[in-house]
Protein backbone atom coordinates (compact mmCIF):
# COMPACT_ATOMS: atom_id res chain seq x y z
CA UNK A 1 0.00 0.00 0.00
CA UNK A 2 3.11 2.57 0.86
CA UNK A 3 4.52 1.66 -2.48
CA UNK A 4 0.79 2.57 -4.27
CA UNK A 5 0.48 5.78 -2.27
CA UNK A 6 3.88 6.72 -3.38
CA UNK A 7 3.24 6.03 -7.01
CA UNK A 8 0.25 8.12 -6.69
CA UNK A 9 1.95 10.57 -5.81
CA UNK A 10 4.48 11.10 -8.74
CA UNK A 11 1.94 10.53 -10.94
CA UNK A 12 -0.04 13.43 -9.40
CA UNK A 13 2.95 15.42 -10.38
CA UNK A 14 2.03 14.70 -14.18
CA UNK A 15 -1.19 16.57 -13.75
CA UNK A 16 0.28 19.33 -11.84
CA UNK A 17 2.60 19.80 -14.62
CA UNK A 18 -0.05 19.35 -17.62
CA UNK A 19 -2.15 21.99 -15.99
CA UNK A 20 1.33 24.24 -15.76
CA UNK A 21 1.52 24.43 -19.20
CA UNK A 22 -1.93 24.56 -20.21
CA UNK A 23 -2.39 27.75 -18.31
CA UNK A 24 0.50 29.15 -20.00
CA UNK A 25 -0.46 28.74 -23.13
CA UNK A 26 -3.87 29.91 -22.45
CA UNK A 27 -2.10 32.93 -20.99
CA UNK A 28 -0.12 33.31 -23.79
CA UNK A 29 -3.07 33.97 -26.18
CA UNK A 30 -4.61 36.21 -24.34
CA UNK A 31 -1.14 38.08 -23.63
CA UNK A 32 -0.79 38.08 -27.15
CA UNK A 33 -4.13 39.02 -28.35
CA UNK A 34 -4.05 42.08 -26.26
CA UNK A 35 -0.76 43.46 -27.02
CA UNK A 36 -1.56 42.75 -30.80
CA UNK A 37 -5.34 43.74 -31.14
CA UNK A 38 -4.78 46.91 -32.18
CA UNK A 39 -1.85 47.00 -34.29
CA UNK A 40 -3.44 44.33 -36.44
CA UNK A 41 -6.14 46.18 -36.81
CA UNK A 42 -4.47 49.72 -37.96
CA UNK A 43 -2.36 47.26 -40.80
CA UNK A 44 -5.41 45.74 -43.16
CA UNK A 45 -3.64 44.88 -46.10
CA UNK A 46 -1.38 42.43 -43.80
CA UNK A 47 -3.40 41.90 -40.96
CA UNK A 48 -7.11 41.62 -42.07
CA UNK A 49 -8.64 41.23 -39.15
CA UNK A 50 -7.69 41.66 -35.27
CA UNK A 51 -7.25 38.27 -34.50
CA UNK A 52 -4.05 38.40 -36.51
CA UNK A 53 -0.70 38.11 -35.79
CA UNK A 54 -2.78 35.75 -33.00
CA UNK A 55 -3.93 33.64 -35.86
CA UNK A 56 -0.27 31.96 -36.63
CA UNK A 57 0.04 31.17 -33.03
CA UNK A 58 -3.57 29.40 -32.79
CA UNK A 59 -2.38 27.41 -35.38
CA UNK A 60 0.64 26.35 -33.76
CA UNK A 61 -1.29 26.08 -30.73
CA UNK A 62 -4.08 23.23 -32.67
CA UNK A 63 -1.15 21.49 -34.07
CA UNK A 64 1.11 22.16 -31.17
CA UNK A 65 -1.20 20.48 -28.47
CA UNK A 66 -1.75 17.03 -31.14
CA UNK A 67 2.21 16.93 -31.26
CA UNK A 68 2.50 17.74 -27.25
CA UNK A 69 0.32 14.72 -26.30
CA UNK A 70 1.93 12.39 -28.86
CA UNK A 71 5.22 13.96 -27.65
CA UNK A 72 4.05 12.96 -24.50
CA UNK A 73 2.88 9.28 -25.09
CA UNK A 74 5.85 8.36 -27.42
CA UNK A 75 8.16 5.77 -25.57
CA UNK A 76 11.18 6.68 -24.57
CA UNK A 77 12.71 3.77 -25.68
CA UNK A 78 11.67 4.64 -29.32
CA UNK A 79 13.14 7.87 -29.26
CA UNK A 80 16.39 6.09 -28.34
CA UNK A 81 16.59 4.26 -31.35
CA UNK A 82 19.66 4.81 -33.66
CA UNK A 83 17.35 5.16 -36.57
CA UNK A 84 15.02 7.82 -35.05
CA UNK A 85 17.90 9.95 -34.19
CA UNK A 86 19.45 10.36 -37.47
CA UNK A 87 15.78 10.75 -38.76
CA UNK A 88 14.98 13.53 -36.29
CA UNK A 89 18.67 15.64 -37.16
CA UNK A 90 18.53 15.16 -41.16
CA UNK A 91 14.71 16.86 -41.07
CA UNK A 92 15.92 19.16 -38.76
CA UNK A 93 19.41 19.69 -40.94
CA UNK A 94 17.01 19.77 -44.17
CA UNK A 95 14.28 22.38 -42.77
CA UNK A 96 17.38 24.60 -42.28
CA UNK A 97 19.01 24.50 -45.45
CA UNK A 98 15.56 25.39 -47.17
CA UNK A 99 15.89 29.30 -46.09
CA UNK A 100 18.53 29.37 -48.41
CA UNK A 101 17.07 28.42 -51.56
CA UNK A 102 14.66 30.56 -53.72
CA UNK A 103 11.47 28.53 -53.83
CA UNK A 104 11.21 28.97 -49.65
CA UNK A 105 12.12 32.96 -49.60
CA UNK A 106 9.71 34.88 -49.85
CA UNK A 107 11.40 37.25 -52.53
CA UNK A 108 13.77 36.53 -55.11
CA UNK A 109 16.18 38.30 -53.85
CA UNK A 110 18.06 41.50 -52.30
CA UNK A 111 18.05 42.91 -49.14
CA UNK A 112 14.41 41.44 -48.19
CA UNK A 113 15.64 38.00 -49.15
CA UNK A 114 18.47 38.43 -46.74
CA UNK A 115 16.34 39.95 -43.94
CA UNK A 116 14.07 36.96 -44.18
CA UNK A 117 16.28 34.03 -44.52
CA UNK A 118 15.41 33.05 -40.73
CA UNK A 119 11.91 31.41 -42.10
CA UNK A 120 10.60 28.82 -44.79
CA UNK A 121 7.70 30.39 -46.41
CA UNK A 122 5.53 27.73 -48.39
CA UNK A 123 3.61 28.90 -51.52
CA UNK A 124 0.49 27.82 -53.07
CA UNK A 125 -0.51 29.81 -56.22
CA UNK A 126 2.23 32.37 -55.79
CA UNK A 127 0.52 33.32 -52.44
CA UNK A 128 2.50 32.60 -48.88
CA UNK A 129 0.33 30.47 -47.00
CA UNK A 130 2.51 30.20 -43.92
CA UNK A 131 5.65 30.65 -42.70
CA UNK A 132 8.07 28.63 -39.99
CA UNK A 133 11.53 29.91 -38.40
CA UNK A 134 13.58 26.30 -38.90
CA UNK A 135 15.96 27.36 -36.17
CA UNK A 136 13.11 26.78 -33.49
CA UNK A 137 13.53 23.25 -34.08
CA UNK A 138 17.19 22.98 -33.42
CA UNK A 139 16.36 23.79 -29.65
CA UNK A 140 14.80 20.28 -28.88
CA UNK A 141 16.30 18.09 -31.43
CA UNK A 142 19.98 18.82 -30.46
CA UNK A 143 19.20 17.85 -27.10
CA UNK A 144 17.43 14.64 -28.16
CA UNK A 145 20.61 13.80 -30.31
CA UNK A 146 22.75 14.99 -27.53
CA UNK A 147 20.88 13.03 -24.63
CA UNK A 148 20.86 10.20 -26.86
CA UNK A 149 24.65 10.29 -27.85
CA UNK A 150 25.61 10.44 -24.11
CA UNK A 151 23.31 7.87 -22.72
CA UNK A 152 24.47 5.78 -25.49
CA UNK A 153 28.54 6.35 -24.45
CA UNK A 154 28.22 7.08 -20.62
CA UNK A 155 30.70 4.22 -20.11
CA UNK A 156 33.03 5.97 -21.89
CA UNK A 157 32.85 9.86 -21.16
CA UNK A 158 36.33 9.82 -21.25
CA UNK A 159 36.64 9.11 -25.01
CA UNK A 160 36.80 12.59 -26.79
CA UNK A 161 35.98 10.77 -30.01
CA UNK A 162 32.96 9.10 -28.78
CA UNK A 163 31.36 12.16 -27.39
CA UNK A 164 32.79 15.16 -27.21
CA UNK A 165 33.33 15.46 -31.69
CA UNK A 166 30.43 14.10 -32.64
CA UNK A 167 28.64 16.79 -30.42
CA UNK A 168 30.88 19.59 -31.24
CA UNK A 169 30.23 18.77 -35.24
CA UNK A 170 26.56 18.76 -35.07
CA UNK A 171 26.44 21.39 -32.83
CA UNK A 172 29.12 23.75 -34.68
CA UNK A 173 26.91 22.56 -38.23
CA UNK A 174 23.47 23.67 -36.99
CA UNK A 175 25.78 27.04 -35.41
CA UNK A 176 27.06 28.03 -38.68
CA UNK A 177 23.94 26.93 -40.80
CA UNK A 178 21.79 29.40 -38.17
CA UNK A 179 24.56 32.11 -38.34
CA UNK A 180 24.31 32.11 -41.98
CA UNK A 181 20.29 32.70 -41.81
CA UNK A 182 21.32 35.72 -40.07
CA UNK A 183 20.28 34.86 -36.65
CA UNK A 184 23.17 35.15 -34.33
CA UNK A 185 21.45 35.38 -31.16
CA UNK A 186 20.14 31.65 -31.76
CA UNK A 187 23.35 30.97 -32.65
CA UNK A 188 25.04 31.79 -28.97
CA UNK A 189 22.04 30.58 -27.60
CA UNK A 190 22.43 27.31 -29.09
CA UNK A 191 25.86 26.89 -28.85
CA UNK A 192 25.95 27.77 -25.26
CA UNK A 193 22.86 24.90 -24.66
CA UNK A 194 24.98 22.05 -25.68
CA UNK A 195 27.64 23.16 -24.05
CA UNK A 196 25.82 23.01 -20.92
CA UNK A 197 24.25 19.70 -21.93
CA UNK A 198 27.46 18.12 -22.17
CA UNK A 199 28.43 19.36 -18.61
CA UNK A 200 25.20 18.03 -16.97
CA UNK A 201 26.16 14.59 -18.71
CA UNK A 202 29.43 14.79 -17.32
CA UNK A 203 32.07 15.46 -19.58
CA UNK A 204 35.41 16.88 -17.67
CA UNK A 205 35.57 20.37 -17.61
CA UNK A 206 39.04 20.42 -19.13
CA UNK A 207 37.18 18.96 -22.77
CA UNK A 208 34.39 21.85 -22.44
CA UNK A 209 36.93 24.24 -21.62
CA UNK A 210 38.68 23.38 -24.67
CA UNK A 211 35.78 23.91 -26.72
CA UNK A 212 35.01 27.09 -25.40
CA UNK A 213 38.26 28.33 -26.67
CA UNK A 214 38.31 26.80 -29.79
CA UNK A 215 34.60 28.70 -30.29
CA UNK A 216 36.11 31.66 -29.33
CA UNK A 217 39.11 30.94 -32.24
CA UNK A 218 36.14 30.23 -34.28
CA UNK A 219 34.56 33.38 -33.94
CA UNK A 220 38.07 35.69 -34.24
CA UNK A 221 38.69 33.99 -37.60
CA UNK A 222 35.05 34.99 -39.05
CA UNK A 223 35.33 38.46 -37.55
CA UNK A 224 38.78 38.96 -39.02
CA UNK A 225 38.02 37.70 -42.24
CA UNK A 226 34.37 38.28 -43.28
CA UNK A 227 34.49 41.84 -44.23
CA UNK A 228 32.97 43.44 -41.64
CA UNK A 229 29.68 41.73 -41.34
CA UNK A 230 30.40 39.66 -38.29
CA UNK A 231 31.48 42.99 -36.76
CA UNK A 232 28.18 44.32 -37.68
CA UNK A 233 26.31 41.43 -35.74
CA UNK A 234 28.13 41.64 -33.13
CA UNK A 235 28.13 45.45 -32.45
CA UNK A 236 24.16 45.36 -33.15
CA UNK A 237 24.27 42.28 -30.50
CA UNK A 238 26.46 44.32 -27.88
CA UNK A 239 23.31 47.07 -28.81
CA UNK A 240 22.64 50.23 -28.19
CA UNK A 241 19.18 51.46 -26.25
CA UNK A 242 16.78 52.56 -28.89
CA UNK A 243 13.39 53.99 -29.48
CA UNK A 244 11.73 50.43 -29.13
CA UNK A 245 14.09 49.66 -25.64
CA UNK A 246 12.70 52.99 -24.34
CA UNK A 247 9.24 52.48 -24.46
CA UNK A 248 9.21 48.72 -23.37
CA UNK A 249 10.81 50.31 -20.24
CA UNK A 250 7.91 53.35 -19.79
CA UNK A 251 5.44 50.60 -20.50
CA UNK A 252 6.90 48.59 -17.70
CA UNK A 253 6.72 51.24 -15.32
CA UNK A 254 3.48 52.69 -15.86
CA UNK A 255 1.94 49.33 -15.21
CA UNK A 256 2.67 50.55 -11.94
CA UNK A 257 1.27 48.14 -8.98
CA UNK A 258 -2.80 46.89 -10.22
CA UNK A 259 -1.78 47.68 -14.01
CA UNK A 260 -3.96 49.38 -16.43
CA UNK A 261 -6.17 46.47 -17.10
CA UNK A 262 -6.16 43.52 -20.13
CA UNK A 263 -6.39 46.06 -23.45
CA UNK A 264 -6.23 48.98 -22.10
CA UNK A 265 -2.59 50.03 -21.82
CA UNK A 266 -1.69 52.49 -24.17
CA UNK A 267 2.59 52.77 -24.72
CA UNK A 268 1.90 49.22 -26.32
CA UNK A 269 0.34 51.05 -29.24
CA UNK A 270 3.47 53.40 -29.76
CA UNK A 271 6.01 50.19 -29.08
CA UNK A 272 7.19 49.40 -32.92
CA UNK A 273 6.21 45.34 -32.84
CA UNK A 274 5.52 44.80 -29.53
CA UNK A 275 3.62 41.59 -29.75
CA UNK A 276 6.96 39.77 -31.03
CA UNK A 277 10.20 40.08 -28.63
CA UNK A 278 8.74 42.85 -26.37
CA UNK A 279 5.33 41.38 -25.47
CA UNK A 280 6.36 41.30 -22.22
CA UNK A 281 6.51 45.41 -21.86
CA UNK A 282 2.51 45.16 -22.96
CA UNK A 283 1.58 42.81 -20.29
CA UNK A 284 3.36 44.50 -17.65
CA UNK A 285 1.63 47.53 -18.46
CA UNK A 286 -1.80 46.15 -18.49
CA UNK A 287 -1.28 43.85 -15.51
CA UNK A 288 1.09 45.62 -13.18
CA UNK A 289 3.60 43.88 -10.46
CA UNK A 290 0.59 41.66 -9.23
CA UNK A 291 0.48 40.29 -12.85
CA UNK A 292 4.22 40.32 -13.36
CA UNK A 293 4.25 38.03 -10.26
CA UNK A 294 1.52 35.36 -10.81
CA UNK A 295 3.57 34.88 -14.33
CA UNK A 296 6.49 34.34 -12.47
CA UNK A 297 5.42 32.50 -9.78
CA UNK A 298 3.40 30.22 -13.08
CA UNK A 299 6.50 29.82 -14.80
CA UNK A 300 8.41 29.17 -11.56
CA UNK A 301 6.48 26.21 -10.97
CA UNK A 302 6.78 25.03 -14.08
CA UNK A 303 10.38 25.21 -13.71
CA UNK A 304 10.82 23.21 -10.67
CA UNK A 305 8.44 20.58 -11.66
CA UNK A 306 10.28 19.92 -14.50
CA UNK A 307 14.11 20.05 -12.90
CA UNK A 308 12.36 17.96 -9.84
CA UNK A 309 10.98 14.99 -12.01
CA UNK A 310 13.81 15.40 -14.72
CA UNK A 311 16.20 15.02 -11.96
CA UNK A 312 15.20 12.12 -10.32
CA UNK A 313 14.80 9.86 -13.53
CA UNK A 314 16.30 6.53 -13.51
CA UNK A 315 17.18 6.76 -16.82
CA UNK A 316 20.40 9.09 -17.96
CA UNK A 317 18.48 9.93 -21.76
CA UNK A 318 15.48 11.09 -19.59
CA UNK A 319 17.09 13.02 -16.77
CA UNK A 320 19.78 14.64 -19.54
CA UNK A 321 16.90 15.38 -22.10
CA UNK A 322 14.42 16.67 -19.18
CA UNK A 323 16.69 19.09 -18.02
CA UNK A 324 17.41 20.40 -21.26
CA UNK A 325 14.60 21.46 -21.96
CA UNK A 326 13.24 22.66 -19.10
CA UNK A 327 16.75 24.43 -18.88
CA UNK A 328 16.00 25.98 -21.96
CA UNK A 329 12.29 27.47 -21.25
CA UNK A 330 13.81 28.63 -18.17
CA UNK A 331 16.98 30.66 -20.12
CA UNK A 332 14.91 32.10 -23.29
CA UNK A 333 12.09 33.58 -20.51
CA UNK A 334 15.02 35.30 -18.55
CA UNK A 335 16.63 36.24 -21.85
CA UNK A 336 13.40 37.88 -23.32
CA UNK A 337 12.48 39.73 -20.00
CA UNK A 338 15.79 40.56 -19.63
CA UNK A 339 15.62 42.47 -23.03
CA UNK A 340 12.61 44.13 -22.53
CA UNK A 341 13.65 45.50 -19.25
CA UNK A 342 16.49 46.95 -20.78
CA UNK A 343 19.06 44.87 -18.10
CA UNK A 344 20.81 42.89 -21.42
CA UNK A 345 21.44 44.14 -25.39
CA UNK A 346 18.82 43.66 -27.66
CA UNK A 347 18.80 39.17 -29.13
CA UNK A 348 15.30 38.79 -30.69
CA UNK A 349 14.94 35.58 -28.59
CA UNK A 350 11.17 35.13 -28.15
CA UNK A 351 9.03 34.47 -24.91
CA UNK A 352 8.40 31.25 -24.85
CA UNK A 353 4.38 30.33 -24.80
CA UNK A 354 3.83 34.45 -25.84
CA UNK A 355 5.91 35.97 -28.63
CA UNK A 356 4.26 35.86 -32.18
CA UNK A 357 5.43 33.95 -34.55
CA UNK A 358 3.68 30.20 -34.33
CA UNK A 359 7.47 28.39 -34.69
CA UNK A 360 8.58 28.90 -30.97
CA UNK A 361 4.81 27.64 -29.32
CA UNK A 362 5.18 24.98 -31.62
CA UNK A 363 8.36 23.58 -30.41
CA UNK A 364 7.91 24.63 -26.79
CA UNK A 365 4.76 22.55 -26.69
CA UNK A 366 6.50 19.75 -28.22
CA UNK A 367 8.92 20.42 -25.73
CA UNK A 368 6.96 21.10 -23.04
CA UNK A 369 5.31 17.28 -24.10
CA UNK A 370 8.83 15.51 -23.86
CA UNK A 371 9.17 16.70 -20.32
CA UNK A 372 6.04 15.57 -19.23
CA UNK A 373 7.15 12.19 -20.89
CA UNK A 374 9.94 12.31 -18.54
CA UNK A 375 7.67 12.83 -15.50
CA UNK A 376 5.85 10.12 -16.89
CA UNK A 377 8.56 7.67 -16.68
CA UNK A 378 9.46 7.62 -13.31
CA UNK A 379 5.93 6.96 -12.19
CA UNK A 380 5.81 3.56 -14.30
CA UNK A 381 9.90 3.40 -13.13
CA UNK A 382 8.84 4.01 -9.68
CA UNK A 383 6.37 1.15 -9.62
CA UNK A 384 8.98 -1.02 -11.02
CA UNK A 385 11.89 -1.06 -9.14
CA UNK A 386 10.78 0.69 -6.21
CA UNK A 387 11.62 -0.73 -2.75
CA UNK A 388 10.11 -1.23 0.56
CA UNK A 389 9.30 2.48 0.63
CA UNK A 390 8.24 2.91 -2.64
CA UNK A 391 10.88 6.06 -3.64
CA UNK A 392 14.43 4.07 -4.48
CA UNK A 393 15.60 4.61 -7.92
CA UNK A 394 18.54 3.58 -9.51
CA UNK A 395 21.18 5.68 -11.06
Known amino acids: MTVLREDRKILRYDYFLIACILLLTVFGLVTLYSASYLFALNQPRRFPTGLAPLKGNIWACVLGVLLFIIAS ?12 IITLVLITLMFNLFPFFRLFQRAP ?61 WT ?15 TVFIAATSIVICFIGGIRLREIFAVLLALILFV ?46 TLKVRTPEVHGDFVFASFAEESGFLGVFFYFVLIGIFVWLGFREAWRSPICFSRILGLALVMS ?67
Open 172 to 186: GLFCVIVFMQGNFSD
Open 329 to 395: VAVQTLINISVAASIIPTTGIPLPFVSSGGSSLLMTLIGSGLIVNVSKQNYYNGRNIAGDNGVSYVR
Open 109 to 169: GGEETVRVLRWVFFKWGGRNIFSFQPSEMIKIVLPVYLAYLIDKKKDNLDSIFAILLPAMF
Open 73 to 84: LVKIDFLKKKGV
Open 220 to 265: FILYTNDNGKIKTRIDDFSGRRGYQVEMSLEAIKSGGFWGKGIGQG
